[in-house]
């Protein structure tokens, strides 16, 4: 039977902590993953968390059924009224699909849905998304008295979607056998970017982006782990003209649960960025025509110290524009490999070397984009993702 027809009318639901318009991008990847899904055929639907009851319960999305569950974080006793409501909302959707897709260990009881799935014999993926976060070795690490009957529900998923081979390193040090791993990048939709399009003065103009400079584009929440500051100093060594756009969160939002630390380190960054760098630099927030923004640049930086794979960075990719990464486990000599697809940086110096080169370059970097988007169209597409997992997945009925 061909595959798309396996995955046809399949009810598939996907638990993440956040979506859109939460710019965390395993929220975002969870949508973008459920609306291929739908293409496909799948009937599909992404269950969250509504924090403090302040967004819409529910809501269609590009056929993406969105289910947002209230939960109030504001204090311990406000957490335990909410976790009664938030289990039963689990067993309820759960029992009701045939496939169960969980997004890191960000929902609360996560051991409960893997635990429904078990009893109800689902298909069940789990997929971690922050080496150093929610990798095996770290959920072991925070885990204290709970680790064995985690470790037991691990041993019981159907899959563990690996997006890099650290992930699935750790993985194996703790299941050397089974569960199956399923090693591949999210996906990125080829169909949104549009590399084909010539840079066109005019869409700057709409975007107030101003003629005649190199545009260096950033997307990602605005906190330290991102490397921002470090790009902030390298960029104000630069004496050609140019401006910076970074599209992302920098300030509170309803939709994101930030932390304390996170909230003050926008704050910093952004405070920090404009005294550098004035009107050079410029925040959108959180935008949903990011494509716009990547098919007007010269230059895609991602400083991040630490990383899953960067839904920002594959789009990027997809998008056909030169590509400076910082060296990151997880990504570089994966999707990545230094002067084949991308320039790599490991410090500030080698950043400000390659910034101050790039004007004279230009056939070399292209080079490089034109290899990053055959990577994407040849391997990374969702539709081409989607096709090896649930192939993978039929493997374990044999």
Request: glycine share 4%; proline share 3%; charged share 25%.
């Amino acid at each position: 039977m061909d595959w798309q027809n396996r995955i046809k009318d399949k009810k598939i639901v996907l638990f993440s902590a956040e979506t859109i318009p939460s710019s965390a991008g395993f929220g975002v990847n969870a949508f973008n993953f459920a609306s291929a899904l739908n293409i496909i055929g799948a009937k599909t639907q992404v269950v969250c968390y509504n924090y403090n009851n302040k967004s819409i319960k529910q809501e269609c999305i590009e056929h993406v059924s969105i289910t947002r569950l209230a939960y109030y974080n504001k204090n311990i006793f406000a957490k335990i009224f909410s976790f009664p409501y938030l289990i039963l909302n689990y067993y309820k959707y759960v029992r009701k699909c045939d496939v169960v897709f969980i997004y890191g260990k960000y929902l609360v009881g996560y051991e409960l849905i893997l635990l429904f799935s078990l009893i109800h014999k689902k298909i069940t993926i789990f997929r971690s998304t922050l080496l150093g976060d929610d990798d095996l070795e770290s959920i072991h690490r925070q885990s204290k008295i709970l680790w064995p009957f985690r470790r037991i529900l691990f041993s019981k998923i159907t899959c563990y979607f690996s997006i890099n081979s650290s992930f699935s390193l750790i993985w194996r040090n703790y299941f050397p056998e089974k569960p199956m791993i399923f090693e591949s990048l999210q996906g990125v939709s080829i169909q949104r970017f549009f590399p084909e399009i010539p840079k066109n003065n005019n869409v700057r103009k709409s975007l107030g982006i101003p003629e005649n400079h190199v545009v260096f584009f950033s997307c990602g929440i605005v906190v330290e782990r991102k490397g921002y500051r470090e790009i902030f100093d390298a960029l104000k060594n630069l004496e050609y003209p140019f401006v910076y756009i970074i599209a992302g969160q920098y300030s509170p939002s309803t939709e994101h649960k930030s932390s304390k630390t996170e909230l003050e380190e926008m704050l910093s960054l952004f405070s920090y960025g404009k005294q550098l760098l004035k009107e050079k630099l410029i925040f959108t927030g959180v935008t949903e025509n990011v494509e716009k923004y990547l098919n007007c640049s010269d230059f895609f930086i991602h400083g991040a110290v630490a990383e899953g794979t960067p839904n920002a960075l594959l789009e990027a990719m997809a998008c056909g524009i030169p590509i400076i990464c910082r060296k990151t486990d997880g990504v570089s000599g994966e999707i990545l490999k230094a002067n084949e697809n991308y320039l790599e940086y490991s410090n500030s110096k080698e950043l400000i070397s390659h910034l101050k080169s790039l004007p004279f370059r230009k056939n070399d970097l292209n080079n490089l984009a034109k290899s990053a988007l055959q990577t994407i169209r040849e391997n990374y597409t969702f539709e081409l993702v989607i096709q090896r997992l649930f192939k993978c997945l039929e493997k374990t009925k044999e």
